[in-house]
């Protein structure tokens, strides 16, 4: 079994940085972080898989930046200038086999979600 854990969200002026962990309980091969802001549908942001490729989404890309630490089992996303429309609850998911770069419905596990809130 997975268990993924979500921390790291708050409230931050435009322009600022946060970063999110997750922390990684039980064998994945896919790691990835979605989004959902109210009213929208739930997207992918970035992806790391067992090689190490990563994988990011225009809207994020050059701001935020996937990573994983092996000896702590931690997903991390380093979000950097961040905007106003980043604000939305951020989740880790994970998924055991390959392809990496698929949607929500092909992640099998995720964890609870923290919120991040951008003001202007």
């Known amino acids: 079994q997975v268990r993924l854990v979500e921390s790291g969200g708050g409230s931050v002026q435009a322009g600022g940085s946060l970063r999110l962990s997750c922390a990684v309980s039980g064998y994945t091969y896919c790691m990835a972080w979605f989004r959902q802001a109210p009213g929208k549908e739930r997207e992918r942001l970035a992806v790391l898989d067992n090689g190490g490729s990563t994988s990011y989404a225009d809207s994020v890309k050059g701001r935020f930046t996937i990573s994983k630490e092996g000896a702590k089992n931690t997903l991390y996303l380093q979000m950097t200038n961040l905007k106003p429309e980043d604000t939305a609850m951020y989740y880790c998911?994970?998924?055991?086999?390959?392809?990496?770069?698929?949607?929500?419905?092909?992640?099998?596990?995720w964890g609870q979600g923290t919120q991040v809130t951008v003001s202007s």
């Open positions: 998911a994970a998924k055991r086999t390959a392809p990496c770069r698929v949607g929500i419905y092909d992640y099998n596990y």
